[in-house]
């Protein structure tokens, strides 16, 4: 494959006119992007979800998150695709999975169908369906079993759970950090199942997205999305041309700005942008804002995300938990502190530094910060910050 690829790269630059605006190493780098998004597939592919209702089967060995991909998936079809998912729970082998998807769809507050001391799978997985036609579910989402190491058992199992469901989609579920395995995984589960698509778990931190060109071109399905993290939120539609980015180094900053629209509110912004004019911003405000960031993923990933950062931060160790501290120190605030910044003298300081086991000296810097930052936003908030939040993308509902 990788021979292959240099091949076909040279024969492209060869021979190509460069502009003067332009030099031979940008060039080259564009005719190696172009190629890398050429072999991911080119774009996004979306789920086919005509039935009714709509089967979606998983797939996947042991560990490589597949019961938490299926809540992943419940919650992103419900949020951004306004669908009615209900998850079904077909790992009768371990009683510890099915907990952990019943855990999971309360987290993400979609529906589970549960069977309790069931033995068949495909039985389970037709009533799950069944009463998605009844209640008016739209999709139903079928999380199997996975085993250590791909054996008979197994893909026999899911075979015949496939032919009772005849799913709309199958997605195999593989770790993107285990490399040559996360190809032989997915040969092996496309022979016996003919998947229609992979998702690609673990991708973040210094994972670059190897697995994501060696499965498209071995097993030429295509990759539909991908996990970014370990929060319910960190699942990503894979967009090939974006992941070239990634790989090359160029970061990946549409896929940070879509983040940060799903987390987005209008009316909260408005109410902000009233808040900042008046100079009433405050630590529910400061902590609230905390919480979408956090929501977004980790801070490693999200700052690889920012081109020329990446490699930057490639070998720091990002706490996090930073924003711990913090929001201990907000915990620690009477209702009053928390909206009445400016009354917070030197004894609340000490009393708060006591109740977030921190010191007085981190109080007395984040207070600082604080302050800082809300003169900061009230001094342009007739300007440039009330413009911006205006001209947000509104979040879809």
Avoid: W
Wanted: aromatic share 4%; glycine share 8%.
């Amino acid at each position: 494959m990788a021979k292959n690829f240099t091949d076909t790269v040279k024969q492209k630059a060869l021979g190509q006119d460069v502009l003067t605006a332009v030099k031979p190493s940008q060039l080259m780098v564009k005719i190696v992007h172009d190629e890398l998004t050429e072999l991911m597939g080119g774009k996004a592919t979306e789920l086919n979800l005509t039935g009714r209702p709509a089967v979606i089967l998983m797939a996947g060995l042991n560990g490589a998150g597949k019961t938490t991909m299926s809540g992943k998936l419940a919650l992103m079809l419900k949020k951004q695709m306004h669908r009615r998912p209900l998850l079904a729970a077909c790992d009768t082998f371990r009683p510890a999975a099915m907990e952990q998807l019943r855990v999971l769809a309360e987290q993400v507050d979609v529906p589970i169908h549960l069977e309790l001391g069931a033995t068949d799978p495909v039985q389970v997985a037709q009533n799950a369906i069944m009463e998605a036609r009844a209640k008016n579910y739209d999709t139903v989402i079928v999380d199997t079993a996975g085993r250590q190491s791909i054996d008979e058992e197994l893909m026999l199992q899911i075979e015949q759970i496939k032919a009772a469901c005849n799913p709309d989609e199958t997605l195999l579920v593989v770790d993107a950090m285990t490399g040559q395995d996360a190809v032989n995984t997915a040969k092996t589960f496309n022979e016996r199942l003919e998947i229609d698509g992979v998702i690609l778990t673990k991708l973040d931190g210094d994972t670059r997205g190897g697995a994501a060109l060696s499965i498209r071109t071995v097993v030429d399905k295509p990759i539909k999305f991908v996990g970014t993290g370990e929060k319910m939120e960190a699942l990503d539609v894979f967009h090939p041309a974006r992941m070239a980015d990634r790989i090359l180094g160029m970061g990946d900053i549409v896929s940070l700005v879509e983040r940060a629209q799903q987390q987005f509110d209008e009316e909260e912004a408005k109410r902000l942008e009233k808040k900042i004019k008046k100079n009433k911003f405050d630590y529910n405000d400061f902590y609230s804002q905390i919480q979408q960031v956090k929501r977004m993923g980790n801070i490693k990933d999200l700052a690889s995300m920012i081109p020329g950062l990446g490699k930057q931060i490639k070998d720091l160790d990002i706490d996090d938990n930073a924003f711990k501290s913090v929001e201990a120190m907000i915990g620690s605030m009477t209702p009053y502190e928390r909206e009445h910044p400016d009354c917070i003298n030197q004894s609340r300081k000490q009393r708060i530094a006591k109740g977030s086991g921190t010191s007085l000296d981190e109080v007395n810097r984040i207070t600082k910060q604080f302050e800082q930052m809300r003169k900061m936003m009230h001094a342009i908030s007739g300007g440039n910050m009330g413009k911006m939040m205006r001209n947000m993308p509104k979040r879809r509902r």
